[in-house]
């Protein structure tokens, strides 16, 4: 027997693993799990190119409890180890940066990963064990070998009676830790991170019954047998080719991902690619709300089939950070910061090609059938304009595929939206205007007067439209966009001919001072404009500039500092040629033209969804006296 210390430069190596990793403490199994996996890997690959003069066949790793003994084993059929490699491979792990290890990993020891910068992956038993052991005989014909380790620096190693080829290791569970003796802790641990390791992982067994055979008797009674209860799925989709998959395979999936989720996802996007980078993948678009917070960390991320993290933020661009799936990658590293990763050339380069991937195939899904991708438009949308956003390149090639839809549910993309309209809705300067809406009901009135004069009106209500029409209005010349209740139907697009007022100057002077000294809320500001004699007589519109930068102060950006909190401001356009607009200025009856002006204003409030509480109660009082 051997006995001897292990080669590390700080004594107290193993109360540091234990404290700094312990919020993390049950990575454990994953590590061990890992380690399992890739000794029968290894062994396969050596048995592949004749090294290992073995017959492979079909390993598999158990994870067993010991609740009694207070014990988890996990077995594998792997490669195994010689007595010197266990010294080699077990005993002198490099831990000659301890002393650096405390210093700079105590205050974030959780999210730096050290394990994997320190060759820890083994010694992560240690967090909740007070011993473990190793029993391991090598596929080389050598005897098999016993280490133990009771959590300091000292160590035993000595031969062993096992006969089978592969690993034990058993852990000797800490009583701090002991509720990893629980089946369904365990349970939850492998289907968490081994859900989709590439070796079968057996943990315990499951009853199944025996088919039925055909000449049964009637009293025939079924036949159980005891089977291997096998925990993952060693063979998941994003690990094959894309033609040997169909759509059902690719919602089954979805499925096994997200056992929960009862919505179909709207389509997948499967990743492949091996140079300049190993990375594989399929990415789901499930439907979106408004909300750009709460889909968040849904895709997750493995190495080799190894789960690591649900938080992709720099591997994935972040728009499509609210998608669903799973991204595989051997170059990303199992622990890292954040940091480290957003600093990493490697993962730039992943989160680009991710963001041409995803841009090309919205392309060919709205190339190959534009009905469906129309369909699908107001369920994706929010992601897409958030990408457009933020992603230059995704900018680039998201004009081929971003649709305007309007309020008649018409599908445009900007170039052919441009070509509808440019007769119509081009003004006296050469401007191309745009108008929109935000709320088919709640602008209804603006919308029907804009559709009489043969506009085309787009519906766009996601929250962060704001910003994407600044910026389309910058990238493109000659091109507003205009909600349709931000001014008069007439000057929303400013043509040549112009409306003669029936009042003269002096008249409307004195309108205006009538009309200011009645409206008392200062937040309506009076214009008097020459309009149509049938057009309504008092509209209030909301100005599009300081509308729009209210609007994206609130939800990000639109540069100016407290914009979102700044109160609402309102145009209410009185139209000169409207007769009550002549009943008002001619009325000698105070009273009486004070009851003029609080109804049409009232009536305009109304229709902009603006009188509410008290002063709505007292305009319902109001109307029913007047047409008593």
């Not at 598999?60 to 207070?70: F, H, M, N, Q, S």
């Not at 933020?313 to 728009?319: A, D």
Request: aromatic share 10%.
């Amino acid at each position: 027997m051997t006995t001897g210390k292990i080669n590390v430069s700080v004594e107290n190596i193993f109360p540091l693993i234990k404290k700094f990793l312990y919020s993390d403490h049950e990575i454990f199994l994953r590590e061990l799990v890992s380690n399992a996996t890739d000794a029968t890997l290894k062994l396969k690959h050596l048995a592949n190119i004749g090294e290992a003069k073995v017959e492979y066949g079909n390993p598999i790793i158990e994870v067993k409890i010991d609740k009694e003994g207070k014990k988890i084993h996990i077995i594998d059929q792997g490669l195994g180890m010689t007595a010197e490699e266990v010294e080699k491979y077990i005993n002198q792990v490099a831990f000659s940066g301890a002393e650096e290890f405390l210093e700079k990993y105590k205050d974030s020891a959780k999210d730096s990963g050290i394990i994997g910068h320190f060759g820890l992956g083994f010694y992560s038993a240690f967090m909740v064990a007070e011993k473990v052991e190793i029993i391991t005989k090598s596929f080389k014909d050598e005897p098999a070998a016993h280490w133990t380790c009771d959590g300091s620096p000292e160590f035993t190693l000595e031969p062993a009676d096992k006969t089978s080829r592969g690993t034990e290791i058993i852990l000797h569970i800490a009583e701090d830790s002991l509720e990893f003796l629980e089946e369904n802790k365990i349970s939850g641990l492998l289907q968490k991170y081994n859900k989709f390791m590439p070796i079968p992982i057996k943990f315990g067994t499951t009853t199944e019954t025996l088919p039925k055979p055909e000449d049964a008797p009637e009293d025939y009674v079924a036949e159980t047998i005891e089977v291997d209860n096998i925990i993952n799925n060693p063979n998941p989709a994003w690990t094959k080719q894309p033609a040997d998959l169909t759509e059902d395979d690719y919602k089954n999936f979805y499925r096994e991902l997200y056992p929960m989720q009862f919505e179909e996802p709207l389509f997948n996007i499967h990743l492949n690619v091996d140079y300049p980078f190993n990375l594989t993948g399929i990415l789901y678009f499930p439907k979106m709300t408004g909300d750009l917070q709460i889909q968040k960390d849904k895709i997750q991320l493995y190495q080799n089939q190894v789960y690591v993290t649900d938080n992709v933020e720099g591997i994935v661009p972040e728009f499509l950070t609210m998608l669903k799936g799973v991204i595989d990658s051997p170059d990303i590293p199992l622990n890292v910061s954040r940091s480290y990763l957003q600093a990493d050339g490697a993962v730039k380069k992943i989160s680009n090609y991710i963001t041409r991937k995803v841009a090309d195939k919205l392309k060919s899904l709205f190339t190959e059938n534009r009905e469906d991708f129309e369909q699908k438009w107001n369920d994706i949308k929010i992601v897409l304009e958030y990408g457009m956003l933020s992603e230059p390149k995704f900018y680039e090639k998201a004009g081929a595929f971003a649709l305007y839809p309007t309020v008649d549910d018409k599908y445009f993309t900007l170039d052919e939206l441009k070509e509808k309209t440019k007769d119509a809705q081009t003004d006296k300067n050469g401007n191309l205007v745009i108008l929109y809406a935000s709320n088919k009901d709640a602008q209804h009135s603006y919308i029907a007067e804009a559709k009489a004069k043969g506009y085309e009106v787009l519906l766009l209500d996601s929250p962060i439209i704001s910003h994407l029409i600044q910026k389309l209005e910058a990238d493109n010349e000659k091109l507003t966009f205009t909600r349709v209740d931000s001014d008069h139907i007439n000057n929303l697009i400013k043509k040549d001919e112009e409306t003669i007022s029936k009042l003269s100057e002096e008249e409307k002077e004195k309108l205006k001072t009538e009309l200011e000294s009645v409206i008392s809320d200062k937040k309506y500001s009076v214009q008097l404009e020459a309009l149509d004699s049938q057009s309504a007589p008092f509209v209030i519109t909301q100005p599009e500039f300081l509308r729009r930068m209210k609007e994206m102060s609130q939800t990000g950006g639109g540069g100016m500092f407290g914009m979102g909190n700044m109160p609402e401001m309102y145009n209410l356009v009185v139209n000169t040629n409207h007769e009550l607009a002549s009943n008002i200025l001619n009325s000698t009856d105070k009273l009486h033209q004070e009851a003029l002006v609080k109804q049409a204003l009232d009536l305009a409030k109304l229709s902009q969804n603006l009188l509410k509480g008290e002063e709505l109660t007292a305009f319902v009082k109001r109307s029913f006296e007047l047409i008593k």
